[in-house]
């Protein structure tokens, strides 16, 4: 496998605005904020995309999703806010390690460009 940045940032050997972390799951603020608040929730263990959801990890994936919901809430996303999951070239994955982005604090066109 490919050096993997988030896999740096959930072994702690990289540094990130954490916001939650467990056994299995971390958020932390992503670095290049394209909204006033936009934060990346992962799974800890290596998942390279969408497409590699199955049985065995899935359960990791509805976690993720109870620490969105937790951590929208937290931080007061009461308007609405906006989850991506970037999944391979043509969608502009960059970090090769699943992740979905939370953004909030502005409107969202839709469609997306
Ligand atoms: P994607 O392009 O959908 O794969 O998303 C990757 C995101 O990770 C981008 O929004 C980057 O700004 C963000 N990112 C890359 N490296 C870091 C890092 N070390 N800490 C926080 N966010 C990062
Ligand atoms: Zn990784």
């Keep these: 496998m490919d050096h993997c940045v988030f896999c740096d940032i959930a072994d702690g050997k990289l540094k990130a605005k954490i916001l939650y972390k467990d056994e299995k799951i971390m958020a932390f603020y992503d670095l290049e904020a394209v909204a006033p608040i936009h934060f990346l929730v992962m799974s800890r263990a290596h ?3 969408v497409k590699a959801i199955n049985k065995e990890n ?15 809430k937290k ?29 909030g604090g502005r409107v969202f066109e839709w469609p997306p460009g």
Excluded: M
Excluded at 58 to 72: D, K, N, P, R
């Design 47 to 49: 998942i390279v995309s």
């Design 75 to 103: 931080l007061e996303l009461v308007d609405g806010f906006r989850v991506v999951a970037n999944s391979g070239k043509l969608a502009g994955q960059t970090v090769n390690h699943l992740h979905f982005h939370v953004l």
């Design 58 to 72: 899935s359960s990791t994936v509805s976690g993720i999703f109870e620490v969105i919901a937790a951590l929208a």
